[in-house]
Each structure stands twice: as C-alpha cells, then as structure tokens.
C-alpha cells in the first residue's frame, strides 16, 4: 500500500485496511488540531487507488472491514466515491463494511438519497467530529460548522441508514466557557442520537493555533475535576435512545465505556463518587495520557 504521510483511524478501525483515497483534510483549519498540517489536500487518483486495492487483493487473505483515509473521505464527488466503492467491492468482495471520517460540511454536500447510494455500494460507518455543541467554541476553534448544521448533517447520515459515531471534545471551551460546553454538547448530543459517542479530552499540541493561544493565555485548560465536571452534564444532559457511550481515549483521566440509556445513572454515580473524593490516583496518570 502506498501511504503518503501519516495515516490517522479511529481505533474502532485497529483491524481494518486502510485504504488512502485523499490526502490531508480538505478544511484543515481547526485550531486544537495537530492531523495533516503538513499535508496539502488533494483527491488522490482513481489508478492510484486501484494500485494499492490490487496490492492487497494478492497480498491479504481476507479484508472484511476497510477505512477511508485521510481526513473526509466524503468530500470526493459523488461520481468519484462511487467509482472507488465499486473498485473495493470488485477487488474485495469479502468487504462487509467502509468507514470513513467526515465533518459537516462534507457530509451536508450529499443529500441522503445519495448517502443511500453509498451505503448500497458498503459505506457502513462515518465517524464525525463534532467536539462541541457551542455555537460560540465551534467558531473560535474554526470547526467550519454550527450546531445546527452539525445536527442536520448527522441526521442525513442516520436517514441514509449509515452508522454514525461521534467525538467530543472536553477542555475545548476553556475554563472561560467550560459550563456552557458541556450543556450544549449533552444537548447536541440528544438533538443528534448518535450509535456511538466517543468523549476525548483536548491535548493542547505544540505547532497547533490553540498552543499558542494557551500559551499566550487566551485559552486555560479546566483541571482535571472540571474536566471530569463537564463529563457529568454531558452525561447527565445527553439523552439517547441506544448508544454505546465511551471515555476511555488515551487523553482521558477516567476511562468509561457503558452502554446508554441502561448504563446513565451508574456512570453518574462513578463520576460523582470521583469528583467528590478529589484523589488523583484514581485517575489515568498524566504520563499515560496521549493523543
Ligand atoms: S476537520 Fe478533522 S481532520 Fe480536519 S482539521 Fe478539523 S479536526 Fe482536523
């Protein structure tokens, strides 16, 4: 496989082929984000691509599962992506499921009869960033999206019959607007109902904008309990209808993974008992933190 820079997946996808269809993201501009900053977009060719799955068809036994890289695999016209979903399905056929990560303005180019379309061809997951429910956070951080486009977008993905998982980010508001994160992404998180919700902590990584900004003291990280904090109301505010909810990224202090609604009032007890005894060693230790 010919593979241009890093290469970035969920962890979700340890066991998949990776198959890099774009390189970089085509926004690039988020400012907590250290991924394909030294990438210039670009849609990679489809003789590229068809290289790299005749390389695996002879070179692996069998491929069930594939991911999409780079960024937003859905930012590739429709006609293109179809043409690279019938070249994995031709190539491969054991695939039983594509994922790929996409933003809101990638997804909102596709209209849910052509997401169908996708899904028909193996488009099974979409991981989708959504980091904060806060109209006023998503533009500081230059997410490209609002909350309202954010919720409409993951809609058309669900309507479209498409798993969708989703990421949060706690710390992203900074101590300034740490409340008014976690209430508006528990209640994004609702307007949203997503399969799979993924909370990570935000890791401040040098070379991004949001470096300098903290370092400049224009952002201030919460500590570690209003971390844990805001991991409460998101709990506490978030309503789901079937959703397997996790916290136990490597950025996380306490690792969680439960399934809601069942798990709700167990996680809050967990959090609160936590919070209220104030003890660091029942945390994640800062040197096993990562990105
Ligand atoms: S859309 Fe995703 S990959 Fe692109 S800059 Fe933002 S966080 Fe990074």
Do not use: W
Request: overall charge positive.
């Amino acid at each position: 496989m010919k593979y241009e820079g890093d290469i970035i997946r969920p962890p979700s996808e340890a066991h998949s082929l990776l198959l890099q269809v774009t390189v970089g993201c085509s926004h690039n501009r988020c400012t907590f984000c250290p991924s394909f900053k030294d990438k210039r977009f670009r849609i990679k060719g489809l003789d590229e691509i068809v290289e790299d799955l005749e390389y695996a068809a002879r070179r692996f036994r069998r491929v069930d599962r594939l991911f999409l890289c780079d960024g937003d695999a859905l930012i590739i016209p429709q006609k293109r992506l179809i043409e690279i979903l019938d070249a994995i399905r031709a190539r491969l056929p054991g695939v039983g499921r594509i994922g790929t990560y996409a933003n809101a303005k990638s997804i909102r180019k596709k209209s849910v009869e052509e997401l169908r379309e996708l899904k028909e061809r193996g488009l099974g997951i979409v991981y989708l960033g959504i980091e904060s429910g806060n109209e006023e956070i998503l533009a500081r951080i230059r997410k490209g999206a609002t909350p309202d486009r954010i919720v409409e977008a993951a809609r058309r993905v669900k309507e479209a019959g498409i798993t969708l998982s989703v990421t949060v980010l706690l710390g992203i508001g900074g101590t300034a607007m740490s409340a008014a994160h976690a209430r508006d992404t528990a209640r994004v998180l609702t307007d949203v109902d997503p399969d799979f919700a993924g909370v990570l902590t935000v890791m401040i990584v040098p070379g991004t904008p949001l470096y300098e900004e903290a370092r400049s003291g224009g952002f201030v990280l919460p500590g570690t309990f209003a971390l844990l904090e805001e991991l409460g109301v998101i709990v506490s505010g978030a309503r789901f209808t079937d959703c397997f909810f996790t916290a136990n990224h490597a950025s996380n202090y306490l690792p969680i993974r439960a399934r809601m609604p069942g798990d709700r009032e167990k996680v809050l007890r967990l959090i609160g008992d936590v919070v209220r005894r104030g003890d660091a060693s029942l945390l994640r230790p800062e040197s096993m933190r990562g990105l």
